[in-house]
Nanobody
Framework: EVQLVESWGGLVQPGGSLRLSCAAS????????MSWVRQAPGKGLEWVSR????????TSAGSVKGRFTISRDNAKNTVYLQMNSLKPEDTAVYYC???????WGQGTQVTVSS
């Protein structure tokens, strides 16, 4: 059974940082690209970032480029999202996903507010 468990969301002030983690199990993690997707209150899903299986290709949405960094540790079956210079508009539920698949985590809430 594929499982994706996000963690380390929370409340942070504008300009602050958070590092999200997503622990994966039930599939061969090192063979799949992984993505982060978010959903702000009252809005649709927004793709955030993607990383290929060996970390050689990383892409990000324009709204987060230069502030968010995706990474992965294939030995730990974990993908990360380092979020710096957070803005109130980054407030959302963040999901990790096996790229191109129906497998998503349950999400972790990130709230950016003073």
């Amino acid at each position: 059974e594929v499982q994706l468990v996000e963690s380390w969301g929370g409340l942070v002030q504008p300009g602050g940082s958070l590092r999200l983690s997503c622990a994966a199990s039930g599939f061969t993690f090192r063979d799949y690209a992984m993505s982060w997707v978010r959903q702000a209150p009252g809005k649709g899903l927004e793709w955030v970032s993607r990383i290929n299986p060996n970390s050689t290709v990383k892409t990000s949405a324009g709204s987060v480029k230069g502030r968010f960094t995706i990474s992965r540790d294939n030995a730990k079956n974990t993908v990360y999202l380092q979020m710096n210079s957070l803005k109130p508009e980054d407030t959302a539920v963040y999901y990790c996903r096996v790229s191109g698949s129906p497998y998503w985590g349950q999400g972790t809430q990130v709230t950016v507010s003073s």
